[in-house]
């Protein structure tokens, strides 16, 4: 199929992005708020610790979402090139956030992490379950799929 207007092929294929999104975030929500309410047993700091870790985690990966899907349909070695630079992004960013807010009274380092990597195991989980569920050919050629 081809766009009448600039004569380039255009996919017509259900966007993924926003499928693999949603089966990513509810898991991840789930875990961390978990975890949030876990560490509240433990103290107040530390489930706040908890829940702040979690949603920079859901954050950060939401934001790489958003530049995926801008991506989606780019070469594949740009692509891939890209999504690494975009994850070394975000890992800076963290790093920065963790280091700006080292000298708080209220952030319990290991609530925060625990939030973190809840949402983060919570993402990846929902992530993969989701992409299960698409059942995209991923190895076909770009022109047939078209």
Do not use: C, N
Not at 137 to 143: A, K, V
Request: hydrophobic share 55%.
């Amino acid at each position: 199929m081809s766009d009448v207007k600039s004569g380039r092929k255009v996919s017509r294929a259900a966007e993924p992005v926003t499928a693999l999104w949603l089966a990513a975030l509810v898991p991840a929500l789930v875990l961390g708020g978990l975890t949030g309410a876990g560490a509240f047993v433990v103290g107040r700091d530390e489930g706040v610790s908890a829940l702040f870790g979690a949603g920079l985690a859901l954050v950060a990966l939401t934001f790489t979402t958003m530049l995926h899907s801008q991506l989606r349909m780019t070469e594949p070695w740009l692509g891939m090139g890209l999504a690494f630079m975009t994850y070394s992004l975000v890992i800076g960013l963290m790093w920065a956030a963790f280091l700006l807010l080292d000298e708080t009274a209220w952030l319990v380092g290991p609530a925060a992490a625990a939030g973190l990597g809840a949402g983060l195991v919570g993402w990846i989980g929902g992530h993969m379950r989701g992409a299960l569920k698409l059942r995209q050919p991923l190895y076909d050629d770009r022109d047939a799929r078209d």
